[in-house]
């Protein structure tokens, strides 16, 4: 045997060593405990080898002659109670564990010269310098079957099965452990299930599935399960092509420390998406199908397809650097419902829901697009806290707080046809073709502003129909309240609880209440309104008309001022 190979046997009943069907059988029993130099050791209430004789030639470790020369090599091994392996790659405790080894095909003789001392002698033989195992695991659960081959001496685990509360356990490679920590720590891959088969055809190219209710994989700070408490589910991974899939029901949890605007969150929080279809995720891109649900501390995201791009690649194998992944791009197709509540403090700033055809969202700019029909809500606190921007909008405190505590209620609803774009990060989102808007003061959460009843509304709403309409955030109110401003172009109409105008272009601005509505050089904004007092109702048309709906005053072409409240039903408003 080779001379730097020892082994070590030890047991408190007894060892016997006997022929079994064209084999020899060495029994250990009695807290058997066997220890290799090469290959770790091995420790069980009882151990039991079975040894046949080796071919010529081989290369596999060998007892009883020296290697190649037709020793006793190990056919199979069975161990049973407590048992406990400790080798490079693999440690661990389970009630029972059997080995088997493929025998090595002979190494063929290649024919020699003719002249046998025109042949050069060999070089001489060097030992290999064992290099520490890539990857090393903690196994526990009932039984655990391995098939092994022997490779130019070596032995290589081609087949692993672990059954019954099956749970492995990345360890740090021998490499890694004495090694200076460079960045953050490096997040192992923890294994569980009923059942965990893996299949090695050659070192670096394991597949995997993990069966159980539920399978489940932690690696790098995410968490993906298969199935449920339930309802059994599979988990498949192709380490050489860095492919991992369910194929049934599941749920993935990722870590998230930036939110929508790009910006460190004050606690990590956990973005947890759940599909009934299928799920495959090649490391970069994540594919999720039917009824799929995604949420986090504040939102609720649905839709049947879900794709999730992270910033970089995603890798399951041991060649990893311990990055968790960041979401870089979400696409939701066929449909999206995404729900949204804001906090502070346990107290309900906002709540805001987008429904539409698709959407995209590019977390590293702030981009999306929404493809529609579609419709946008949002109801927020007009306190000074928040921003009147559709969902998803940014969070930005105002500069100095508001002079008093308001709990008034703002409500915006707007419906289009083509798309929504927009950014999240600037506060701007623009609405295209055929948009229909509500705007106006509410007295609950769950109440809403109906478009079809404009007289309802009060001074303060109106309801806005336009080609396109952009709602973007822009400085603050005269008490601090974060500022709307409205865009409207083409074929503008616009209709409070007492004023009606036609224009192709609209301005609205919350900090100033007003309304400014001009035409394109063509034709003329028009603008009509009831009187209260029983007069005449106004109507006329200007290039630019400026109306506060508040105090109801106007202005036309910035020249002259009209109050119009009181007018005397003779008098009709001037033109500039």
Request: glycine share 8%.
């Amino acid at each position: 045997a080779d001379p730097d190979q020892k082994l070590y046997v030890k047991w408190t009943t007894r060892l016997t060593f006997q022929p079994y069907e064209g084999s020899q059988v060495l029994s250990i029993l009695g807290n058997a405990y066997v220890e290799s130099t090469d290959t770790g050791s091995l420790e069980a209430d009882e151990i039991h080898v079975w040894l046949r004789k080796a071919a010529a030639g081989t290369q596999a470790p060998s007892f009883g002659g020296p290697t190649g020369q037709g020793g006793l090599v190990p056919e199979k091994m069975t161990a049973r109670g407590h048992v406990r392996p400790n080798a490079p790659q693999l440690s661990g405790i389970v009630r029972e564990m059997d080995i088997w080894f493929a025998p090595e095909e002979p190494a063929v003789v290649a024919s020699g010269p003719a002249d046998p001392a025109a042949a050069e002698p060999p070089p001489p033989e060097q030992k290999a310098e064992r290099v520490p195992p890539d990857q090393r695991w903690n196994v526990s659960g009932d039984v655990l079957k391995v098939q092994a081959r022997f490779v130019a001496g070596k032995t290589e685990v081609t087949e692993v099965q672990l059954d019954g509360d099956a749970l492995c356990k990345e360890l740090p490679s021998l490499a890694k452990q004495h090694q200076p920590l460079a960045g953050p720590p490096e997040q192992l891959m923890v294994i569980q299930g009923e059942q965990i088969h893996l299949v090695q055809p050659a070192p670096g190219e394991a597949k995997v599935r993990i069966t159980g209710r539920p399978a489940r994989v932690d690696a790098q700070g995410m968490t993906l399960i298969g199935g449920d408490k339930q309802k059994a589910g599979n988990i498949h991974l192709d380490r050489a092509k860095n492919q991992l899939w369910i194929p049934g029901e599941g749920t993935l949890v990722l870590p998230v420390d930036e939110d929508m605007q790009g910006r460190k969150l004050a606690r990590p929080q956990q973005l947890e998406i759940h599909w009934n279809g299928r799920m495959r995720f090649d490391g970069l891109t994540a594919d999720f199908e039917r009824d799929v649900v995604a949420r986090n501390d504040e939102a609720v995201l649905k839709t049947p397809e879900l794709q999730v791009t992270f910033r970089e690649q995603v890798r399951f194998g041991s060649d990893n650097d311990g990055t968790r992944p960041q979401v870089q791009r979400l696409v939701c197709r066929q449909h999206v419902d995404l729900d949204r509540h804001e906090r502070q403090r346990g107290r309900v700033l906002s709540w805001e829901r987008l429904v539409a055809r698709d959407l995209v969202f590019d977390y590293a700019t702030g981009d999306f697009v929404a493809r529609g029909d579609g419709v946008i809500t949002r109801t927020w606190l007009d306190d000074g806290s928040t921003p009147a921007v559709t969902p998803g909008g940014s969070k930005k405190k105002p500069a100095a707080p508001p002079s008093k505590n308001r709990t008034r209620l703002v409500y915006l609803n707007a419906t289009f046809v083509e798309k929504l774009t927009g950014n999240q990060r600037r506060d701007i989102v623009t609405l295209h073709r055929r948009v229909t808007a509500v705007y106006g003061p509410v007295l609950r959460w769950q109440q809403w502003l109906d478009p079809n009843y404009p007289k309802r509304l009060g001074t303060e709403g109106f309801v806005l129909k336009c080609d396109q309409l952009t709602v973007a955030k822009n400085g603050l109110t005269g008490d601090s309240q974060p500022a709307v401003e409205l865009y409207g172009e083409g074929n503008i109409l616009i209709e409070g609880s007492d004023f009606l105008s036609r224009c192709r272009n609209l301005r609205y601005a919350s900090n100033k209440d007003l309304l400014v509505l001009s035409g394109d050089g063509r034709s003329a904004a028009t603008f009509y309104r009831d009187q209260q007092n029983g007069s005449n109702p106004i109507d006329f048309a200007a290039n630019r008309i400026l109306y506060e709906p508040k105090l109801q005053r106007l202005n036309v072409n910035n020249f002259e001022s009209l109050d119009v409240m009181g007018l005397p039903s003779q008098k009709s408003p001037e033109k500039k």
